[in-house]
């Protein structure tokens, strides 16, 4: 029977919930800095790698990648997985993807479209093999699974800093990350800009990165002294503005920002359309296609309209302008979540692989001096080969006696033994010699890069630029300099439409479309007649003046139709007691009537 311990809640509440932020923070939310995953997302990748799922290889179900990931690394649901592994393989989501989908993954109109894992089929990317490629070469920490029946690696050892080129977003206990995505070729070149001068400042290191590049091509309209405080801080937001095209008189809008979806866009502008907040809109339609993932046609009413002004105010009115966070907030190498400014980032990281390429450097000078020390042993056997051979078919216990009689070590006479006979007889003293050659060559280089920092910085440039010219491309987000977005006021939503304002005996008033109207031949009340009408625009104000000649002043855009019999001009003025209207003239507020 088990013994009961009593403990303060508090105090247990406490230590609990502690324990649960840590876990969250560590094995959910936020990415490690060296290879810029999250734990999800590392069980993925080293998941299909073990799966042989590399971009040269054929296609394999989804689910059998999940089923992989949850069943041997990631005990959780298996809906979250594979959702992190779409958004890995979905080009508009992820600037640099991970992963190569096949079948419907989901679109920028609605990135949460994938099919179920049972139709799609995955493969790694020709990109995620940066991560993948030195794994066996000594270069990572292992740890045991969930359950302690396998093993899995602590990180990946990332050739590149992934960190920045696709970013992170999560939400932990206490705190959350916000990592925008970079441009490979400007990162890889602020990288090689800081081996070579530690001393550059962040505002030096934006000459290279000068600001985030995302999956979309929406334009990015921060400007420089908001994009160094996000750098040098570490946190604020970007501003992300759509880009768009006059074809034909009409307006294309063929980028939008990142996470904003087609179908957002035309619900909030047909919003504003509906409640007259536009007036200027003839036609809005998507026709957006797997040639043309963004293609929004806006039909202006007439050619007149200022489009530009137009399309101001939607920036400023719906999510065709965004900000998008940043909070460049990942797990350091000391095991700590730390916000970092630009260069902080990327020093952590060339620590990171500083580091892994020593490690990968040693384990292959490991290799050599082993193989070396093997070939010493094949080249006594070879010397002797007969009566090697003789102790082999004569001995019961041969490796003893090998050890003994050539003082080999066990490694040597072992490596010996494993080569079958017919093969030990066609050992040739050239090759053996050729190849201790080369190796011992090698030793001596691999030696010299650890034992001087300038070589090993030369190595790391090198084969950064390497991957530079493997996997850069161009920035997808341009920067300009933008006017700051300006919702229309009420005046400008006003149309300049003829009208003809109609005034009644009995002050009765309405507004008709057109000046070609005939006032006298409207129906009007029994017992009313026309009294007086105006030629005017619908911008104007009708001027409504009574027998005490007093003035009153009416919007005409907000005056009944002349379809009906209009409505009284007393219900919207207070008028004295006993008078009557006299007649009715029209202009603007800065106008004076006599």
């Known amino acids: 029977m088990s013994k009961e311990e009593s403990l303060p809640i508090g105090g247990y509440a406490e230590k609990a919930y502690l324990e649960y932020s840590m876990y969250v923070i560590l094995d959910r939310a936020l990415p490690f800095v060296g290879?810029?995953?999250?734990?999800?997302?590392?069980?993925?990748?080293?998941?299909?790698?073990?799966?042989?799922?590399?971009?040269?290889?054929?296609?394999?179900?989804?689910?059998?990648?999940?089923?992989?990931?949850?069943?041997?690394?990631?005990?959780?649901?298996?809906?979250?997985?594979?959702?992190?592994?779409?958004?890995?393989?979905?080009?508009?989501?992820?600037?640099?993807?991970?992963?190569?989908?096949?079948?419907?993954?989901?679109s920028l109109d609605d990135p949460k479209s994938f099919a179920a894992m049972r139709y799609t089929e995955c493969r790694l990317s020709s990109y995620s093999q940066n991560l993948l490629t030195e794994i066996s070469q000594g270069t990572v920490d292992w740890m045991p699974n969930f359950d302690g029946t396998l093993i899995e690696p602590k990180f990946l050892p990332s050739r590149l800093p992934n960190v920045l080129l696709n970013g992170a977003s999560g939400i932990a206990v206490g705190m959350a990350t916000d990592i925008p995505p970079h441009n490979l070729k400007e990162v890889v070149q602020a990288t090689i800009g800081l081996?070579?001068?530690?001393?550059?400042?962040?505002?030096?290191?934006?000459?290279?990165?000068?600001?985030?590049?995302?999956?979309?091509?929406?334009?990015?309209?921060?400007?420089?002294?908001?994009?160094?405080?996000?750098?040098?801080?570490?946190?604020?937001?970007?501003?992300?503005?759509?880009?768009?095209?006059?074809?034909?008189?009409?307006?294309?809008?063929?980028?939008?920002?990142?996470?904003?979806?087609?179908s957002k866009i035309l619900e909030q502008i047909a919003s504003q359309i509906d409640s007259k907040k536009i007036t200027m809109i003839e036609d809005l339609r998507d026709e957006s296609d797997e040639t043309n993932p963004v293609r929004i046609i806006i039909v202006p009413r007439s050619n007149r309209i200022d489009k530009n002004a137009l399309m101001s105010h939607l920036f400023a009115t719906t999510e065709l302008q965004k900000n998008v966070r940043a909070n460049l907030n990942a797990i350091g190498l000391n095991g700590k979540p730390r916000v970092f400014d630009l260069k902080g980032i990327l020093k952590e990281w060339i620590k990171f692989r500083t580091e892994t390429v020593k490690r990968r450097l040693q384990h292959r000078l490991d290799w050599v001096n082993d193989r070396l020390h093997i070939l010493d042993g094949l080249l006594k056997a070879y010397l002797n080969l007969d009566e090697v051979i003789k102790i082999i078919r004569t001995h019961d216990k041969p490796k003893k006696a090998l050890m003994k009689k050539f003082k080999l070590s066990e490694i040597q006479a072992n490596a010996i033994l494993d080569i079958r006979l017919r093969q030990l007889a066609k050992l040739e003293e050239e090759a053996i010699l050729l190849e201790k050659k080369d190796l011992s060559t090698e030793a001596k280089g691999i030696e010299k890069i650890l034992a001087s920092s300038s070589r090993l910085k030369t190595l790391l440039k090198k084969e950064l630029k390497e991957d530079l010219d493997e996997y850069g491309d161009e920035r997808n987000s341009n920067i300009v300099e933008a006017e700051e977005a300006k919702a229309f006021d009420e005046k400008d939503l006003i149309s300049n439409d003829p009208m003809t304002v109609v005034l009644s005996k009995r002050g009765w008033i309405r507004a008709a479309k057109g000046h070609e109207i005939d006032p006298e031949s409207l129906q009007y009340r029994e017992g009313d007649d026309y009294l007086s009408s105006i030629a005017a625009r619908n911008s104007q104000n009708a001027v409504i003046i009574d027998s005490f000649g007093k003035a009153f002043t009416l919007p005409i855009h907000k005056l009944p139709s002349a379809r009906g019999q209009g409505d009284p001009v007393s219900s919207s003025i207070n008028s004295q007691s006993g008078s009557t209207f006299a007649g009715v003239v029209a202009g603007t507020e800065e106008e004076y009537c006599l």
């Open 35 to 106: 290879d810029g995953l999250k734990p999800v997302q590392r069980r993925i990748v080293y998941a299909m790698s073990e799966l042989g799922l590399k971009s040269s290889a054929k296609f394999k179900k989804s689910a059998r990648t999940v089923g992989d990931v949850i069943g041997k690394f990631h005990p959780h649901g298996d809906g979250a997985a594979y959702e992190a592994m779409v958004l890995m393989a979905q080009e508009f989501s992820t600037r640099y993807p991970l992963i190569e989908g096949q079948g419907n993954f989901g």
């Open 195 to 262: 081996l070579d001068s530690p001393k550059l400042s962040t505002k030096d290191l934006m000459n290279f990165v000068p600001s985030p590049d995302f999956p979309t091509k929406a334009e990015i309209i921060s400007s420089r002294e908001e994009l160094e405080e996000i750098y040098t801080s570490g946190r604020g937001s970007i501003k992300l503005r759509a880009t768009y095209e006059v074809e034909n008189g009409e307006i294309v809008i063929n980028s939008l920002p990142y996470q904003v979806s087609s």
